[in-house]
């Protein structure tokens, strides 16, 4: 009798894997046996220092990061969280709000340089205004999840547990960039005027929503149950499918994608984004992030 492989799991809640949470998608040949960590960035870290999971979500900037210093994850052709990222850059009313084109020489308090959101509101400041990332000081408060890496000279990690909304409210930061966690209230402003139609136009303009989180395999994993691992990926692909509109601009729009070719200009869009800001040690070609994926999944991934 055949029995189903067991893969520990960290997967965020989403309308494209409420299917597999719940228990109405499944496969006889694995068991997704989902680990509860609370907030799914706190996975990050050990999936990339100790292999802690065999199946993550995992947000790109950290998945780029433990490819090019190589640690064992195989980054697998699935985005399961994407969003527009222009109003995550918020300042604080009652102390003044800076312009967009005037936060060179000011400080921005961001969970940590390498979040991803952070990365993203960057390339767009860059891409937007001009602005030159490295005369802006970067305040954060927790370390990247891929301990190789070092932040650069502009970038300041001060102790502590204060966070950066509690800075912003504080004066101890001009802004404060935030994703899930963005505050409601008409004190918190954005930084970045008309983000929604701006985000629009880029995404006309660049044909993706900017990538948040993709799925990674364990290296052990994909060695030991490479099986497994088709399984699964096979899965998410249909909970995804099963949860996405088959036509119109809500598909077209949807924060997922699956699959090599469908991935290739938006990941090297953001290997480009990374590598300006310092957040890569050398430029990764796609053929670096997808080969082990690639093997491990053949052509069924396209």
Known sequence: MNTATTLRTVLGHYPHTAALHSGELTDPAIRLDFQNVGVVHKAFAPMVRDQAYDLCELAVVTALQ???????????????????????????GPNGVPAETDLAGKRIGVRAYTQTTGMWVRAHLAEDVGLDIAKVRWITHDPAHVEQY???????????????LQMLRDGDVDAAILGNDLPSGEEYIAVIKNAGDRDLAWWHRHHFMPIN????????????????????????????????????????????????????????????????????????????????????LGSDAD
Do not use: W
Not at 69 to 91: E, H, K, N
Not at 265 to 294: E, N, Y
């Open 66 to 92: 433990a490819i090019a210093y190589g640690r064992p994850v195989v980054l697998l052709p699935a985005v399961v969280a994407s969003r527009f990222q222009r109003g995550c850059l918020i300042g604080y």
């Open 150 to 164: 070092r932040n650069p000279g502009f970038v300041e990690q001060i102790p502590g547990t204060k966070g950066s």
């Open 213 to 296: 989180h993709m799925v990674v395999a364990s290296a052990d994993a994909c060695a030991r149950q490479p099986d497994a691992i088709r399984h699964a990926f096979a899965l998410l692909r249909e909970a995804d499918r099963r949860s996405t509109p088959a036509t119109g601009e809500a598909k077209t729009l949807s924060p997922t994608l699956f699959g090599f070719e469908s991935l290739a200009g938006a990941l090297d869009f953001t290997i480009d984004a990374c590598m300006a800001q310092g957040l890569l040690p050398r430029r990764l070609s796609l053929k670096d992030v997808f080969d082990p994926a690639r093997k491990l």
